[in-house]
């Protein structure tokens, strides 16, 4: 069974109703001829409610991470309930019930499924199960920067980068968290799996057209 698979950085649902509109008008109009697989990010709720539990004295990572987790699902959950019929009625909780839920509805959406894990590998691991090669992420910032950009008036955008060169970027810590985009777990499901990332800048979702139609709205990740 193939599907689109699209990922939503939780920074999306901190920037009001007009961005998710138009997040709704694209997954509605994509929709109508694909099967669609949506992965939510948490975003600043989830970080604010981590960092609540932490004030709290929480100190369980599998705690923290369940907290993450549960408002992951909440940003699907209103996704869900503004797309209607068309959308599975939950997020789901495992892949088994993704596959399960793209048989009967032809958007299925999901947050976080287990602790430990970021939801931007969920949606890898969802194109694997899905049977899909690219993975079209709308993250924080659309590009991936040779170093960061705040600090460099120099620094160069990739327009198309390996998942083994970013994964160094990481490890030498070149840039900061919200530069980061994509963990390295995530990028080593999607060298075992082959499978592309295609970032696309957040606030634009109507980009995901261009991708679509083979033109690179933001940095394309490849498998290598």
């Known amino acids: 069974m193939s599907a689109l698979v699209v990922k939503i950085t939780g920074k999306a649902f901190d920037s009001g109703a007009t961005v998710l509109a138009k997040y709704l008008q694209t997954l509605r109009e994509l929709s109508e001829r694909n099967k669609v697989v949506v992965v939510t990010g948490g975003g600043n709720i989830a970080r604010r409610y981590i960092g609540l539990a932490r004030d709290l004295g929480v100190t369980s990572n599998y705690w923290l991470d369940e907290v993450g ?9 209103l996704l869900i309930a503004a797309m209607g019929h068309k959308a599975y009625p939950k997020p789901v909780e ?24 970021s939801t931007a590998s969920v949606a890898i691991e969802a194109a694997e199960a899905v049977g899909s090669r690219r993975v079209y992420y709308f993250s924080a910032i659309g590009y991936v920067y040779d170093k960061d950009p705040l600090r460099y008036s120099d620094a160069k955008p990739f327009q198309v980068i390996k998942a083994t060169e970013l994964k160094n970027i990481l490890e030498q810590r070149l840039l900061p968290g919200e530069y980061a985009l994509i963990d390295e777990k995530a990028l080593d499901l999607a060298l075992r799996s082959g499978i592309e990332i295609q970032l696309i800048p957040y606030e634009n979702p109507e980009k995901l057209w261009e991708a679509l139609s083979g033109r690179n709205p933001g940095t394309l990740i490849v498998p290598y």
């Open 69 to 77: 987790i549960a408002i992951s699902r909440l940003n699907s959950y």
């Open 94 to 117: 495992s892949l088994s019930e993704l596959l399960r839920a793209l048989g009967s509805h032809q958007i299925v959406f999901s947050g976080g499924l287990i602790p430990g894990q």
